[in-house]
């Protein structure tokens, strides 16, 4: 059976990582833009970060430009726009697809996982999947649901 560790994403600096260094951890997935009505959910996301990092909760932000081109053509202007504005420290990775063609590989499991209201398609940016300590998708969240609303599920999967 495949789990998200059996996948590998590209960091920010272009280098490879298996997301099987994350095994063990909760974790919520994140398709992300720095110019869009969602980004403020930055703010939120940091807030559920820092308060239960330190309980093998991690979030992984994938920059995405397939919604009306919301995000910086370089990755280094979207990583300062996030830590200047909203002063993100987790993991943010390279740009990425999430529908069609190009789409990740990750993002192809995601969907499989766990579809959507009416299709397994991403809608929009700050699309949400909570993943438990074992590396399987247990949850997913539209992008008007914010992080404080899911609060309750992240404490349910990290206990």
Known sequence: MKTIYDYTVKMSDGKEKTLRDYAGNTLLIVNTASKCGFTPQFEGLQALYEKYKDRGFVILGFPCDQFKQQEFDNIEETIQFCQRNYGVSFPMFAKIDVN???????YTYLKEQKNGLFSKAIKWN??????????????RYSPTTKPDQIEEDIVRYID
């Open 100 to 106: 069609g063609e190009n789409e990740h590989p990750l």
């Open 126 to 139: 700050f699309t949400k999947f909570l993943v438990d300590q074992k590396g399987l998708v247990v949850e």
